[in-house]
């Protein structure tokens, strides 16, 4: 897939949402975190950083969708999430 925004190749994943040991170790829970995990290179990232927000374990493993990323300029494409 083309990216929108600079036209290069988007990687294919997957997008979902989830915390850190980090936050959890600091303010006993975690802020959740959009994150997007490459199909090719298994490699994952932060691409939305949530500042207030909170989910349980649960609920962040419902939410799995067909997502594209672009390294060049940072943009996510989330697809059909259900």
């Known amino acids: 897939m083309k990216c929108p925004t600079c036209s290069s190749e988007m990687d294919q994943g997957k997008a979902y949402i989830r915390g850190t040991a980090l936050g959890f170790l600091f ?3 975690s802020h959740q975190h959009c994150w997007f995990e490459s199909h090719t290179t298994g490699r994952k990232k932060i691409i939305a950083r949530s500042g207030s927000g909170f989910l349980t374990r649960t609920d962040a493993e419902l939410v799995k969708p067909q ?3 672009c390294e060049d300029c940072g943009t996510s494409v989330l697809i059909g999430a259900t």
């Open 67 to 69: 997502a594209y990323h």
């Open 27 to 29: 303010v006993g829970f």
